[in-house]
Structure formats: C-alpha cells, structure tokens
C-alpha cells in the first residue's frame, strides 16, 4: 500500500492551495485518514483528521482555513487550504490508517511530504 501527496507549491499569503493524496496498492481497508505538517526545525503537528464515517477535526490554528475531505471510492483524500499564512509554510504529510489485504490489523502509513511555502 502507496500514499502518494501532491498538491504543494509557492503561494502569496490569502492565497489558496488543494493538496490531494492518493492510496494505491491492491486490496485494504481504509479507516482515519489525516494530514501532518512538519516546518523546518520542528516537529510534525497533526492539522486535520477525517473518520471513514466523515467526521471532521482540525487544529486550531487552521480552523475555518483549511477543509479535510475524502472519497473513500476512489481512496483519494484532500485538504484544502485557504488563506494561507506565513506560518502555515511546512512539508505535508498525508497519513492513513489501513488493513491491507491479507492482514487483519491496523497499520499506519504514511505518504512523502508535499512542500507549501506561503510567501511574498
């Protein structure tokens, strides 16, 4: 199972960016599907979660900016981020909780970070 994270760019502060990350790798089973943010030197903090029954959680410093959503269909989760700031600059990482075919455990994986640089 692949997590594969696009989206990021260089935006001007107010701008607006959509990250997507996509789930491949034959048979599983999705369950919370999140997106982290690493700036340099720090740590990465979780920024939004989405349950496969769709609900919603956010850090605060981004509530009412940023949109978590999914398409459990097509396994493709999304985050869109409006009014970015300076301080939303990081690397994005898309993460998801998944039984993958054959198991019948939980595990975590991760897809490789999508740079967002808020900038004038």
């Known amino acids: 199972v692949q997590l594969q994270a696009s989206g990021g760019g260089l935006v001007q502060p107010g701008g607006s960016l959509r990250l997507s990350c996509a789930v491949s790798?034959?048979?599983?089973?999705?369950?919370?599907m999140r997106w982290y943010r690493q700036a340099p030197g720090k740590q990465r903090d979780l920024v939004a979660r989405i349950t496969r029954a769709g609900a919603t959680t956010y850090a605060d410093s981004v509530k009412g900016r940023f949109t978590i959503s999914s398409d459990n269909a097509n396994y493709m989760i999304y985050l869109q981020a409006n009014n970015l700031k300076p301080e939303d600059t990081g690397a994005y990482y898309c993460?998801?909780?998944?039984?993958?075919?054959?198991?019948?455990?939980?595990?975590?994986?991760w897809g490789k970070g999508t740079q967002v640089t808020v900038s004038s």
């Open positions: 790798g034959g048979r599983f089973v999705v369950g919370d």
């Open positions: 993460y998801a909780r998944i039984v993958p075919g054959g198991s019948f455990d939980w595990s975590d994986y």
